[in-house]
């Protein structure tokens, strides 16, 4: 999820073209797709074959779910009444006695909530004064006729927060077994905040359930309270779940509807998906909807009145992410995607990822604006479809691994989709000097390989795990060949289906670049590891023909990633040589047939975790005065004092 | 927008402009002076940050200008001082810069008018057109912020997230600059009046009561002003584009962004020009009421001496 780039898309402004003759309100959901051409397709990207990309695929998923929920909810304005059951399987090697339940509506409670007690500092929510919970009327386990009660009532340690319950079981469930839970309860959803939430009759139901945490294969839970950093993790399953709104409600959610029917004024909704690891759904009576079958996927934008630019672009931009992704990281399996706009004072709902569910965000020109932040947020939310949802690392425990990994996917991805001009329309910025830019925020305060919950600021934990994962992936990548991008290729399909940790990023980047390459990444990730490589002297004397030049370069920090140096010498002629950067310094001499007018390491720009660019380069005539800044800055000065002293 | 002025036997806004075209350099002029102290500042800045560098400042603007980016936190402590430095710079040439817009005054009521005299008995009037301008400028900051806090809470409530509240929005963008941009216009013909003798709330009051009588054709004209001032300022900033090139292009680029720094001052001299023609086609207008002109002579000729309205002798 980003609440970063969502923020970057101010309001104001005019001028759209509508086509809103594109747009089809309230149509029906569209079979699942079953063309041979497109099944065809998708087999292939499965198995294309190109470097990392040999890494095969799971066929398919397991054939029976770890956990297999079967809910019925209803919405009556901001309540949720659910019930139904959950099947859970006891897939490690140790028999269970007890289970855990994620009720993370009830961080919502009050300010004394692990969540409500931590400010937003720099990140999406606003302060806890939103009010939300689940109340779990009803566990039961009917096999054994036994009503499970938590214990205690409350999250470990936190007799204020109700997130992270713990259910003995009467007895214990050996592996391999399962164990079918009963369950009532009733969600007040709150304000819209953290992607969650009710406004008006917008409705948008994320983390509404109660929820089986993570069963580990040693059999602990991976269980956490909901903390206002941290993201979520669960097992892969099967979701059959059955909406019941009234029946003027559009409704979006995770996976295909199945079957649709009406009953006095209402309408219900059953939405099934196998091989995902959470449930969402949307509903609100004034989404427009746009519609597109893009090889076999069936893209459904559904968006506010005003918005048809923004969805139309949203399923073209999808349209490209999917293939693009697909041909790196293996194919999209799922036959739906669902591209969510949340309407104007729903933002806290946009910028937000679940399994066949994406959420977008920004005004009515969003779409349109010269800076290509829609775009981006297209291609990140749908990034994670892979980095969080088919490769379901713990968001709580190493964000980076979707975070980071999204962030230098969905780079990639703009830069194919808007060569030269990935960032700004105009401008060849591109995405690494502005990840570089985000990521040095964070001033090397975390490892980037830190738990969601220990980062200080929410602006730390963005900076850290969004951009300066990023950015170490990118220097990878310049140092080592590219062997970062082929990495994270192999580390999505081995892992598909899987729950990897950055152990498994690590070893896919030592088969790809080699032993230095995922230790220099290691540091990087773990050790707050930094760089500076800097061109400290350049010297140049005449020798009989020719002419002895010199050049001291320097390298700070504790990172040692390998580098290009540039001689540039007075005819135009540019030498190029590689430094290991092992050495804190190297003294670089050499005969050369002009002399030298100066010096640059990293001529490319290959090395953005290098903390000062303005240091990278130096001349043998410096100037102590910037005559073009000078100028910029008497234009700049006369058109400010033209306003104020006209 | 019709150059002359209202009455049939008045001068010209242009001719009225010629005689006054070593004012308007100056008013030009004392304004590139006042800009140099920032500028000097930011250029020592880029060179400490960068002049090292195998680019230099071209550097600055190389993949996109990553490196721009690099160095605005690099020159943090400069740019506060470039900030000092001009709102130092702004205060120390106001007077100057209020005196030679009155010297425009003063020499386009009147051909032969020297820009010593002008200027002269501008700097003699400065306290008064400085008095004024740090009203009307005080004024205009006061409306502004009374026009945005209500702009505020106005899109708050009437502007959806649609095409046509974009439009709305900037409807309401108008309305909240428009009440300080009037006064602008206000402030412009107040100068005219203090350039002339009149004190400052003789000043407001005239220009209130001219404003009254012809609004339309002042504000075409104010209009018109300012938006060759803005069509202007959108060349300038273009032309520095020209700047980060090679060195001739550089040179060029320089001269254009001075070229448009002095169009947007005749914009500005050429509606000072039109409201003096208007003022003294009143004034005609006025005496020939009250003492009809001798057979022959020209109603201009009554109302052109400097010496009028306690203007130069």
């Known amino acids: 999820m980003t609440g970063k780039l969502r923020s970057e898309l101010a309001r104001g402004g005019l001028g759209l073209a509508l086509l809103a003759a594109s747009a089809r309100l309230l149509g029906g959901e569209p079979s699942p797709a079953a063309e041979p051409e497109a099944a065809a397709w998708r087999a292939s990207a499965g198995a294309t074959r190109l470097g990392a990309r040999d890494e095969p695929l799971p066929s398919k998923l397991p054939e029976v779910p770890v956990v297999d929920y079967r809910l019925e909810v209803r919405l009556e304005g901001a309540l949720l009444r659910g019930s139904g059951s959950v099947v859970l399987r006891n897939v490690s090697s140790a028999p269970l006695d007890e289970l855990w339940l994620h009720l993370y509506l009830n961080a919502f409670e009050g300010p004394e909530t692990v969540y409500g007690r931590v400010p937003p500092l720099g990140f999406r929510g606003a302060k806890a004064d939103e009010t939300g919970s689940i109340e779990l009327e009803s566990l039961r386990v009917e096999a054994w006729d036994a009503e499970l009660a938590a214990d205690p009532p409350h999250t470990p340690g936190e007799p204020l927060d109700r997130t992270d319950l713990r259910f003995p079981l009467p007895r214990s469930l050996p592996p391999g077994e399962s164990l079918r839970l009963d369950m009532r309860f009733t969600s007040r959803l709150p304000p819209v905040t953290m992607r969650t939430g009710q406004v008006g009759d917008f409705v948008f139901a994320g983390q509404w359930f109660p929820k089986l945490a993570k069963l580990e294969p040693d059999g602990r839970f991976a269980h956490f309270p909901f903390e206002r950093y941290s993201e979520f993790y669960a097992d892969f399953g099967r979701y059959d779940v059955s909406i019941d709104v009234p029946e003027h409600l559009v409704v979006g959610a995770t996976g295909a509807r199945v079957e649709s029917r009406s009953e006095g004024g209402r309408r219900i909704d059953r939405y099934v998906q196998e091989g995902v690891h959470d449930f969402a759904f949307t509903a609100w009576p004034h989404y427009v909807e746009q519609r597109r079958d893009h090889r076999g996927v069936s893209l459904r934008s559904l968006h506010p009145p005003g918005h048809e630019a923004n969805g139309a672009r949203a399923l073209e931009v999808a349209a490209f992410g999917l293939d693009h992704y697909g041909e790196r990281h293996g194919a999209y399996p799922y036959d739906t995607l669902t591209i969510v706009h949340p309407p104007e004072g729903a933002e806290e709902a946009g910028g937000m990822e679940y399994p066949t569910l994406i959420t977008t965000g920004g005004p009515f020109w969003a779409s349109r604006s010269p800076a290509r932040a829609f775009d981006g947020l297209v291609l990140h939310e749908l990034a994670h479809q892979w980095f969080y949802g088919l490769v379901a690392s713990d968001e709580h425990a190493w964000p980076f691994l979707d975070e980071g990994l999204t962030t230098f996917v969905t780079g990639q991805a703009l830069e194919a989709l808007h060569p030269g001009a990935p960032v700004l329309r105009g401008t060849g910025l591109g995405v690494g000097a502005w990840d570089r830019a985000s990521g040095k925020r964070a001033r090397h305060r975390h490892a980037v390989a830190s738990p969601a919950g220990s980062f200080a600021t929410g602006a730390d934990y963005a900076s850290s795990v969004y951009s300066r994962a990023s950015t170490l992936l990118r220097s990878i990548d310049g140092a080592y060949g590219g062997a970062a991008t082929r990495a994270v290729e192999r580390y999505a399909r081995r892992h598909r289906y899987r729950h990897p940790t950055p152990s498994d990023l690590l070893e896919a980047v030592r088969e790809e670049g080699g032993d230095e390459a995922s230790e220099q990444l290691r540091l990087g990730l773990h050790e707050r590891g930094h760089l500076d490589y800097e061109v400290v002297a350049v010297a140049s004397r005449p020798i009989d023909d020719a002419h002895e030049v010199e050049v001291l370069l320097r390298r700070a920090g504790t990172l040692s990633l390998p580098v290009e140096v540039e001689l540039r010498l007075a005819d135009g002629q540019r030498l190029r040589e590689t430094w290991d950067g092992r050495e804190p310094f190297l003294r670089l001499r050499r005969r050369t047939s002009a002399p030298l007018a100066g010096a640059v390491v990293d001529p490319d720009r290959r090395l953005p975790v290098d903390d000062d660019r303005t240091n990278d380069a130096r001349s043998l005539a410096p100037s102590g005065f910037g005559a073009r800044s000078f100028v910029t800055g008497l234009v700049a000065s006369r058109w400010l004092s033209e306003l104020c002293a006209p | ?313």
């Open chain 2, 1 to 313: 927008m019709s150059f002359a002025a209202g009455h049939a036997q008045e001068p010209s806004a242009l001719r009225r402009l010629s005689w006054a075209w070593p004012s308007v350099l100056a008013w030009w002029f004392v304004r590139g002076l006042a800009a140099l102290v920032p500028a000097l500042v930011l250029g020592r800045a880029a060179g400490r940050a960068l002049g090292h560098h195998e680019q230099g400042e071209l550097a600055l603007l190389a993949g996109g200008g990553e490196l721009l980016l690099e160095a605005l936190g690099v020159m943090r402590i400069e740019l506060e001082a470039l900030g000092l430095a001009g709102a130092g710079a702004l205060l120390l040439a106001s007077p100057v810069l209020a005196a030679a817009a009155g010297a425009v005054v003063l020499q386009a009521r009147a051909p032969g008018v020297g820009l010593g005299s002008a200027l002269g008995a501008a700097l003699a009037r400065a306290g008064s057109l400085l008095l004024l301008w740090g009203a009307a400028l005080s004024a205009q900051a006061l409306l502004l912020l009374l026009g945005v806090t209500a702009f505020g809470g106005a899109s708050k409530a009437l502007v959806s997230d649609t095409p046509r509240g974009g439009l709305v929005f900037l409807a309401l963008a108008v309305l909240a600059v428009l009440p300080a941009w009037v006064l602008g216009v206000v402030h412009q013909l107040a100068r005219v009046e203090v350039a002339l003798g009149a004190g400052v709330f003789e000043a407001a009051q005239r220009s209130m009561d001219r404003l009254g009588r012809s609004r339309a054709r002042i504000f075409a004209w104010a209009l018109a002003s300012s938006g060759a001032t803005f069509a202007f300022a959108i060349a300038g900033a273009a032309a520095l584009e020209l700047v980060w090139r090679s060195s001739w292009q550089s040179a060029l680029g320089a001269l254009l962004a001075e070229l448009c720094a002095l169009g947007a001052v005749l914009a500005r001299s050429l509606f000072i020009a039109l409201t003096l023609g208007l003022r003294d086609a009143e004034g005609s207008s006025e005496a020939g009421a009250e003492l009809a002109p001798p057979d022959g002579a020209e109603a201009s000729d009554l109302s052109t001496p400097l010496h009028r309205d306690g203007g130069l002798e």
